[in-house]
T-cell receptor
Framework: GQQVMQIPQYQHVQEGEDFTTYCNSS?????IQWYKQRPGGHPVFLIQ?????EVKKQKRLTFQFGEAKKNSSLHITATQTTDVGTYFC??????????FGQGTILTVHP | NAGVTQTPKFRILKIGQSMTLQCTQD?????MYWYRQDPGMGLKLIYY???????DKGEVPNGYNVSRSTTEDFPLRLELAAPSQTSVYFC???????????FGPGTRLTVL
């Protein structure tokens, strides 16, 4: 079935450094949703990307959808300790079913 | 609005026992989902529902059953618990099949 690969699995940064996580698929993605899960918490929706080449920004977060709709990325500029958590991409298919990537665990050292 | 609520928060089961994980949403969402999350992994879809009376299997349905008699409730049943079902279970809901999903706080289940 559909597989969504996410890299890296872990990322340790110093506060103020940038962070990027990548989401890749061998098949065309329908639409990409990004979620953040704080340690011990539940996934919280960040954004949805639908169109080829789409770029969306939320303050320090920039989300991109590849031209071929086979990859996506989340970039955080100047990380803060509040950015700590696991970031997941998920491909949305019929009936809203989501296929999640494995997630990238972000640690921010103050 | 309470959003999506789940009970219990934690549970320890013995092999072969059964239990029901409860999920309720007060947002009048048609779509509801059950996921499991194993340590260090992404979430995998167990079952989903597009409305009251309609359910279907997801990626990992074996060992589970669901029902959807009302819009609000979507319980997940484990009939014969196995150690492989040790996981964190999340219930989620969405207004349409194209919207963001709202997740409950999760149930952490251990089967010994």
């Amino acid at each position: 079935g559909q597989q969504v690969m996410q890299i890296p699995q872990y990322q340790h940064v110093q506060e103020g450094e940038d962070f990027t996580t990548y989401c890749n698929s061998s098949t065309t993605l329908s639409n990409i949703q990004w979620y953040k899960q704080r340690p011990g918490g539940h996934p919280v929706f960040l954004i949805q990307l639908v169109k080829s080449g789409e770029v969306k920004k939320q303050k320090r977060l920039t989300f991109q959808f590849g031209e071929a709709k086979k990859n996506s990325s989340l970039h955080i500029t100047a990380t803060q300790t509040t950015d700590v958590g696991t970031y997941f991409c998920a491909d949305g298919t019929s009936y809203g079913k989501l296929t999640f990537g494995q997630g990238t665990i972000l640690t921010v050292h103050p | 609005n309470a959003g999506v609520t789940q009970t219990p928060k934690f549970r320890i089961l013995k092999i072969g026992q059964s239990m029901t994980l409860q999920c309720t949403q007060d947002m009048n969402h048609n779509y509801m989902y059950w996921y499991r999350q194993d340590p260090g992994m992404g979430l995998k879809l167990i079952y989903y529902s597009v409305g009251a009376g309609i359910t279907d299997k997801g990626e990992v349905p074996n060992g589970y059953n669901v029902s959807r008699s009302t819009t609000e409730d979507f319980p997940l049943r484990l009939e014969l618990a196995a150690p492989s079902q040790t996981s964190v279970y999340f219930c989620a809901s969405s207004y349409t099949d194209y919207n963001e999903q709202f997740f409950g706080p999760g149930t952490r289940l251990t089967v010994l």
